[in-house]
């Protein structure tokens, strides 16, 4: 499959991973970025309070990162 989309398109598997790789990094600067302005510095304000927990679950992951965030801040768990 990945030969025939080479041909196809003329552009080889490993240029395909480079540039994915060069993707993922440029969004996570700019997540990190984003956090950054959105925070001004300060954590998140979960101590103490109830929080719910919303995400699509496509794979997983922003949910496990969430999670762990929210942990870290200590909310009720009652």
Not at 44 to 73: C, H, N, W, Y
């Amino acid at each position: 499959m990945a030969r025939r989309r080479q041909r196809r398109c003329g552009a080889g598997v490993a240029d395909h991973a480079a540039a994915t790789a060069r993707h993922r990094r440029a969004r996570g600067r700019e997540l990190v970025r984003r956090e950054a302005i959105y925070r001004a510095g300060r954590p998140p304000l979960a101590s103490g309070k109830t929080v719910i927990l919303v995400d699509e679950v496509g794979t997983g992951a922003s949910m496990f990162a969430a999670v762990q965030a929210l942990r870290e801040a200590e909310p009720d768990r009652s």
